[in-house]
């Protein structure tokens, strides 16, 4: 069914408008001289002078004893070990645990150590556990599986508590679910390797869908922050009075005399919710050169920037206040041991004053040791005792619990906000302790406490553009355009600009592609949209030389397919190599179904079909429940005939997810290409119940009752059409053709009327209305 036909409903589709989910998921961005760059890199007259090597954290320890003794011990030291008798914590005497029906059981045998549960296809099975990972509060254990794989079992140990439990999410899985033990979610190579060792190098082959990872130290070590050090190492071994001069001792990654910014971009590729392009270089770059830092979605966070999911610490630290006044990481945390450098409000009080804040009169709660009764549960469990709110940690970071008993506080370091939180249904941290209450008692508290006050936050701008509503679009573009918000609610106000076409979001967006964050010109790439592809390519053609990897690469996807033919012969050569950084980005994630994703709509806007499938396939294969390679693909399958299995694909998606009325919308067209009428109809109801201000979907629902000889649904769908777009012509010709077909004209002279003034240019509703002049005698 053509979504632009005004005559028809049956008119052959190359045809329908298949809601494609084609944007990059990533989940997961001197001009010139950056394309002279790419020419010198192609000599192969110029060798090379060999790079440092890294040479393990133990040979740091003759000359760095006091560090060395400080990390050792620490998180970052016990990330990973070899399972061992030192390393395990958890209880292999045959304990046992019984999860959904099913017992499994710890034990040791000849020093190893083994674990009897459900493993691939839900079967039961024994299983060496080789690995150990993390230490406290939880420690997990790895266990290797064919194809250089190792997976991370289900059940931990709560070191805590001293007892195995199952780590959430707490429903059963079935055996092929992406989340199951044995699967791509709990797959060690790809989803927690990069961070946990040193010179982790994954070494995913794409073609057999394998892994051959190494690494130099199996933990973090200090090369995961300094870099490679054989440099260094030479440079030590040579006596003080003769050592060259050195800006960074012959480091290649500077971690002191540098800016609070570069350090907690330091920190930020294993501390952020990010997509990662390849290996750590562990060279000094720009963080979106090798990573892509997510934005304040609202699978992650709350619209007013509070963690949801588990995003560690970067995206909500560069929210706050102190990140905006050059606080850093070291400030609060020992750079080695990774401990707090005070307890308490001690930590505070390093910049805060004692008396202002750490007073009864600013925080009105008791101090630790005063008369009162503790916060109880139901079950009389003591949850906050006396003196904990006085800490500023509580009203200040509140954190949430991920993976059972992992209190994460949230780094944003707001102001508590009742009004905000209630307004958009964001956590309320006074009643995370005062969970008997309800939030017009925080409100009321608060304002009895420090007077009444306004919320002015974007988390009421974010919170509307989230519910896409219509009146959104000029605060998203003011909070875009402003320099004094965070970047990363900048760059989040671009994304949901998206959804508000029209002149203005345009220039927001050509503003942003020129902005001096690269975060931003990331974002105002990806969802920059014009109607003329001319424009759209001009616009995105300058940011195909940005010196930063991720802005470049979705330049080039951008500029794929139709877009390419606006490129000239320099451009069209860049573009190709860009274009070759884009493909192996997305291959090292390759194991990801995003990336297979990412990959397949490319090859769908360069013409190579076959590759499409390919990729969409493996996407599925990789996880199941990821709609938007079905949707894509049933395309693909649509667009080579294959018609029967596109709606396959099509009810499978709606099966699991009744609530993606865009795919209504489409299975519906399809159905209507496939000459399922009466089938079709009962999508597109649906399309329009859940979508009921898109207008087309009105517009193609009344063709078709038309074609179904149901004249008074069609006349309802097709006015709602105008009454939504009242200047559209398509929808009213659409309608005024409705009132003709049954001579009711005196309903379609007023439509025509308007055809005409709304649209000078166009002689059909002057026609339209000589014809119905004729047709009545007046």
């Not at 028809?8 to 944007?23: I, N």
């Not at 797959?187 to 927690?192: F, I, Q």
């Not at 000029?474 to 671009?494: C, H, K, S």
């Not at 002689?763 to 047709?775: D, N, V």
Request: net charge negative.
């Amino acid at each position: 069914m053509s979504d632009q036909s005004t005559k028809t409903t049956t008119s052959k589709t190359a045809a329908w408008e298949w809601t494609g989910l084609v944007a990059a998921l990533v989940i997961v961005i001197a001009l010139p001289l950056y394309y002279f760059s790419f020419e010198q890199a192609r000599d192969t007259s110029v060798v090379a002078e060999p790079g440092p090597t890294f040479v393990g954290s133990a040979q740091c320890r003759d000359c760095h004893n006091r560090e060395f003794d400080t990390w050792q011990g620490s998180h970052h030291d016990l990330a990973m070990d070899v399972a061992s008798e030192t390393t395990v914590l958890g209880d292999f005497n045959d304990a046992e645990i019984t999860i959904f029906g099913t017992t499994s059981r710890f034990y040791k045998r000849d020093d190893k150590f083994f674990v009897h549960t459900n493993g691939p296809g839900g079967e039961m099975g024994d299983f060496e556990i080789t690995h150990t990972f993390g230490w406290f509060p939880l420690q997990q254990y790895l266990v290797p599986f064919p194809g250089g794989r190792l997976q991370t079992l289900p059940i931990a140990w709560d070191v805590k508590q001293a007892k195995w439990y199952r780590v959430p999410p707490a429903e059963p899985l079935a055996p092929d679910d992406w989340l199951y033990w044995t699967n791509a979610a709990q797959n060690w190579n790809g989803m927690c390797a990069q961070c946990h060792s040193t010179n982790l190098e994954k070494n995913y082959d794409i073609e057999t869908d394998s892994y051959n990872t190494t690494w130099s130290d199996i933990d973090v070590g200090c090369e995961a922050c300094h870099g490679p050090g054989s440099k260094h190492m030479e440079w030590a071994q040579i006596s003080e009075m003769a050592r060259p001069q050195s800006a960074n001792f012959e480091l290649v990654q500077q971690t002191s005399n540098i800016s609070s910014r570069e350090q907690v971009e330091l920190c930020a590729p294993c501390h952020s919710r990010r997509g990662s392009m390849g290996d750590d270089a562990h060279v000094k770059s720009d963080l979106l050169d090798n990573y892509l830092p997510s934005l304040l979605t609202g699978d992650l966070y709350f619209a007013d920037g509070q963690i949801l999911e588990e995003v560690y610490v970067y995206g909500s630290f560069t929210q706050s206040k102190m990140y905006r006044h050059d606080v850093r990481c070291s400030d609060c945390h020992e750079v080695h041991s990774i401990k707090l450098v005070k307890e308490g409000n001690e930590l505070c009080l390093q910049c805060h004053r004692a008396a202002q804040y750490d007073s009864f009169e600013h925080h009105f709660h008791k101090q630790e040791g005063a008369e009162g009764e503790p916060i109880k549960s139901v079950e009389g469990e003591i949850l906050f005792d006396v003196g904990t709110g006085a800490q500023c940690v509580q009203c200040h970071m509140p954190g949430r619990y991920y993976m059972g008993p992992d209190y994460r506080p949230d780094h944003s370091f707001r102001i508590p906000d009742p009004l905000l939180d209630a307004a958009i249904g964001a956590p309320d941290a006074c009643l995370r302790c005062h969970a008997d209450q309800e939030s017009q008692w925080s409100i009321e508290t608060v304002n009895k406490w420090y007077g009444p006050g306004q919320s002015h936050h974007y988390g009421t701008i974010l919170a509307s553009g989230r519910r896409a509503d219509p009146d959104a679009a000029e605060d998203l573009i003011r909070l875009a355009a402003d320099p004094l918000y965070p970047v990363i609610v900048r760059a989040t106000a671009l994304s949901l600009l998206a959804n508000y076409p029209g002149v203005e979001s345009v220039q927001a967006m050509e503003i942003a592609l020129m902005d001096e964050e690269a975060r931003i010109r990331r974002a105002a790439v990806e969802f920059i949209h014009l109607p003329e592809p001319a424009q759209l390519a001009k616009r995105i053609i300058p940011t195909l030389y940005d010196p930063v990897k991720t802005v470049r690469i979705e330049a080039a996807r951008r500029l794929a397919g139709n877009l390419s033919s606006y490129l000239d012969a320099a451009q069209k050569k860049l573009h190709q190599l860009v274009l070759q950084e884009y493909e192996t980005a997305m291959k090292y994630s390759g194991d990801f179904s995003f990336a297979r994703f990412n990959l397949a709509n490319l090859y769908v806007d360069l013409g190579r079909p076959e590759d499409a499938i390919s990729h969409f396939e493996a996407a599925i294969r990789i996880d199941d429940q990821f709609y938007p390679a079905k949707v894509n693909l049933a395309i693909a399958y649509n667009q080579q005939g294959q018609n029967e299995r596109a709606a396959q694909l099509l009810r499978e998606v709606l099966t699991q997810q009744p609530e993606l009325y865009e795919v209504h919308y489409s299975f519906g067209l399809l159905l209507v290409e496939m000459q399922k009428y009466r089938e079709a109809t009962g999508y597109l109801e649906q399309a329009v119940k859940g979508l009921p201000g898109r207008a087309r979907i009105h517009y193609n629902l009344g063709l078709l009752y038309q074609h179904l000889q149901n004249p008074g649904l069609a006349e309802n769908e097709l006015r709602a059409a105008v009454l939504i777009e009242p200047e559209n012509l398509d929808f009213q010709y659409g309608l005024v053709d409705h009132y003709l077909k049954r001579g009711l004209f005196e309903k379609a002279r007023p439509i025509a009327e308007d055809m005409a003034s709304m649209h000078p240019e166009n002689p059909i509703g002057g026609q339209i209305l000589e014809y119905i002049r004729t047709s009545t005698g007046r």
